[in-house]
């Protein structure tokens, strides 16, 4: 029998026999699709994991089985029975053949043959067998948390595994009445479902700090930004009206107090932190609007990017947290870890839960990025007497470097010369982000990517800041918007490198430094989310941030890292803005150094692109490493030349070839970086593998069609011969993809307007794929010209 066969015939009847999906409560989750597959170049997907049965009972994951056929060991399956429990954190996992069962508990490490799946009552005691010596409140909470579905809006929207496990976590610590509890989720995972759920869960069973379960409980929801206030506000949309209250200033105004009816609250601390004097509390400057309130008004309250605020030790807006004490506390934030948050650790204690940005790009929820890092003979400068000092006084002999500019030297020219470089470089329709050093600078960069744009939108690029107030945030949101494309760049300095959900994001521009790990994460964050047809999002560095990477506490995995070569500048030089420095309260504004460079010097700026790698677990290698591990690892897949021949002349196995080398880290944009560093970019990657495996020296695409052409036409007729000739000059054009199985509809339709007229002209369906197939044998058989022009003698 085949695996399939296996679980009709025996590990289905033996699951009903235990009494799953008998017994009131349990469920057998068939096929469960716990990741989607990283995404891979060229838009394809790598294997999602795929769980063969999960065990539920009374709404909790509790077991996982992996099915083999049945002429294979019991045990064959137990390394991936054993990674997805890990995964989906369940204790108890079972390999089986359908006549033998193998069981693992994770939690105690034996393992061993049993008879029988254990029924629903025997694995729920078995992996609830602490909790029975726990508090019968703690676990009472625990089973009414569980009872509560997880609310999908009426979209039939399932939580990802994580998600669910992080909710799990986060209500289990709840019950056990701890006080402080952090989630530690990578930008782009939805830390605001999560945290809706939470919400959700305690509300639908009237959790409160009482836990007398009467009364509804009262949420906050605090964040630092308005927009994240906003965004979680509409988040929380399947609770009803009556229960949501947006707290601001106005309003508290208007009312003449805070507002008190509802549920779920959502505000900012600086809200909070603003005031009134009503208050019989009231010192010299006024209460703060939280102190109107109860210390245990609130039962359970979110602190967003809790890493920010609230839980440092000298911040302002600890004061908030402390005097809602009484309150369960949940701090979400994307970040590790590190010396720069420590006092969030210190306040909430270690996460219950951590997911990735590693494990988020791996598991296919997060989007894979490339890294372009850019550098220019103008990244340092050092005064010359035929530059021209316009305002400011210059330290001759000084290294003006990354740190300076903008903030105490400006140089126009500079800035314009990267801002042409970002323009050339990107698809200008793509939606971008700019990081600038200031308000200012930003602005200047504003006006510069409207002045080199190619559309003709005066808004296509806006700047988003502190200063730009209202009218900011709604650029922001239109950008946000997927259905929009204008903006389509915005620039900003502080306000974007955190929690903004703009999912189409392809580009992050550095033009400035960035030297706290944590901003880096956020940043890189802007470009991680999903959208159709993204494949990954670039990030372009002009200020050596690319270093970060190799920090020990860094855990994303670029796809690769391209340094560009040195180019010509192309156009002139455009006028920038004076620039804001960053000041300290009460100090004078510093005035800054101006220069514009010598007439012409702006043309002969010029930036570089070099090429290195990144292996799999993130980390440069060198350019020979990167040769080495491809050349070792060809042997697995063909032997010779002629074998690979043979695989590449057959679409059907050039693509399953294709897949599987993408697998193991050699996909399409790494062929293509092989063409250029061989400098065969007009060459079949057909000729990159042969020379990467054989030392063979690469022929162009155009030499291979006039080498074969008179091979492929014997015995075909005029028609068929101005068919193939149509799609030879598509492949020399563009390249071998050109020739996959997929693309010969678009071919047909391309040539003949409709695949009847096609038909027409060349025969039925099936004769036309012969063709197509045939072909592509002479195209890559080995003949002595070949050789020749390998050889240069043709």
């Not at 043309?603 to 020979?624: C, L, N, Y």
């Not at 050109?738 to 040539?751: I, M």
Request: hydrophobic share 35%; net charge negative.
């Amino acid at each position: 029998m085949n695996e399939s066969e296996t679980r009709a015939e025996y590990i289905d009847p033996k699951l009903k026999a235990s009494g799953w999906g008998e017994v009131e409560g349990s469920k057998v989750l068939r096929e469960f699709r716990i990741t989607d597959g990283k995404i891979q170049t060229g838009g394809m997907r790598g294997k999602p994991e795929i769980a063969d049965y999960i065990l539920v009972y009374k709404n909790c994951k509790i077991g996982v089985i992996e099915a083999k056929a049945e002429n294979l060991g019991a045990s064959e399956g137990v390394m991936q029975a054993k990674a997805y429990a890990q995964k989906l954190h369940i204790d108890f996992t079972y390999a089986t053949n359908g006549k033998e069962i193998y069981e693992v508990s994770m939690k105690t490490g034996q393992e061993g043959n049993v008879t029988d799946f254990p029924t629903p009552d025997e694995l729920w005691n078995k992996t609830f067998s602490e909790q029975v010596a726990q508090e019968a409140s703690h676990n009472e909470w625990k089973e009414k948390f569980r009872e509560v579905l997880f609310e999908d809006g009426g979209s039939g929207k399932k939580p990802r595994y994580y998600q669910e496990i992080a909710v799990n976590k986060v209500l289990d610590a709840i019950a056990e009445e701890k006080k402080r509890v952090l989630l530690t989720l990578a930008t782009g995972t939805g830390k605001t479902f999560i945290a809706f759920q939470i919400a959700w869960k305690l509300f639908q069973t009237r959790w409160n700090l009482k836990r007398d379960g009467e009364r509804r409980p009262r949420i906050l929801f605090l964040a630092d930004r308005n927009i994240l206030a906003d965004q979680a506000f509409n988040a929380f949309s399947a609770f009803s009206e009556d229960a949501l209250v947006r707290i601001n200033p106005l309003d508290i105004r208007k009312k003449g107090g805070v507002p008190t009816g509802g549920s779920v609250f959502f505000s900012i601390f600086q809200t909070f932190m603003s005031g009134s004097t009503s208050s019989p509390q009231a010192g010299l400057s006024g209460t703060p609007y939280f102190g109107d309130y109860p210390t245990d008004f609130f039962d359970f309250i979110i602190i967003d990017e809790c890493h920010r605020g609230g839980a440092n030790d000298e911040g302002n807006w600890r004061k908030i947290l402390e005097y809602f004490s009484p309150a369960v506390q949940l701090g979400l934030t994307a970040t590790p870890k590190r010396q720069d948050n420590v006092d969030t650790y210190a306040y909430f204690g270690e996460p219950v839960y951590i997911y990735s940005l590693k494990e988020g790009v791996n598991d296919g929820f997060l989007t894979p990025f490339k890294v372009k890092r850019v550098q220019t003979t103008l990244d340092e400068y050092v005064y010359t007497s035929d530059d021209q000092i316009i305002e400011g006084d210059v330290e001759e002999g000084k290294i003006y470097e990354e740190e300076d500019f903008n903030r105490i030297i400006v140089i126009k020219e500079r800035e314009a010369k990267r801002v042409r470089v970002i323009m050339d470089e990107i698809n200008q329709n793509e939606k971008t982000i700019i990081f600038c050093a200031t308000q200012e600078h930003a602005a200047a960069v504003r006006d510069l990517v409207n002045q080199m744009k190619e559309s003709f939108d005066p808004n296509y690029c806006a700047r988003v800041t502190a200063n730009d107030g209202a009218r900011g945030e709604q650029f922001l949101r239109e950008f946000q918007d997927n259905e929009k494309t204008i903006p389509t760049i915005l620039t900003t300095s502080q306000k974007l490198s955190t929690g903004v959900d703009a999912r189409n994001v392809r580009n992050i521009v550095l033009m400035r430094p960035v030297n706290s790990m944590i901003e880096f994460k956020q940043i890189i964050g802007r470009g991680t989310r999903l959208f159709d047809g993204k494949e990954y999002f670039t990030i372009y560095d002009f200020v050596d941030a690319y270093h970060h990477f190799s920090d020990p506490e860094w855990d994303g995995e670029p796809i690769d890292n391209t340094i560009e070569k040195p180019t010509t500048p192309k156009g002139g030089a455009s006028v920038i803005g004076e620039p804001k420095p960053l000041e300290e309260p009460g100090e004078e504004p510093k005035k800054k150094l101006k220069i514009k460079l010598r007439d012409g010097k702006e043309r002969e700026i010029q930036h570089m692109i070099s090429t290195s790698f990144w292996s799999a677990d993130g980390k440069p290698i060198s350019v020979q490493e990167f040769l080495d591990n491809m050349f070792g690892a060809m042997p697995n897949f063909f032997q010779s030349e002629e074998e690979l021949r043979q695989i590449w002349s057959n679409p059907t196995t050039r693509k399953i070839f294709l897949d599987k080398i993408a697998e193991i880290g050699f996909g399409k944009d790494e062929l293509e970086i092989l063409q250029k560093m061989i400098d065969a970019e007009q060459s079949d990657l057909f000729d990159v593998l042969n020379y990467v495996s054989f030392l063979n020296p690469p022929i162009s695409r155009k030499q291979r069609v006039d080498e074969a052409k008179d091979k492929i036409f014997e015995n075909l007729d005029e028609k068929q011969r101005e068919f193939l000739d149509f799609v030879l000059s598509k492949y020399a054009e563009k390249g071998v993809e050109e020739l996959d199985e997929e693309k010969l509809p678009v071919l047909l339709n391309l040539k003949y307007h409709a695949i009847a007229n096609a038909e027409q002209s060349l025969g039925d369906v099936t004769k036309i794929r012969s063709i197509f197939f045939a072909f592509q044998q002479n195209l890559y058989a080995k003949v002595q010209k070949e050789k020749a022009y390998r050889q240069g003698e043709y």
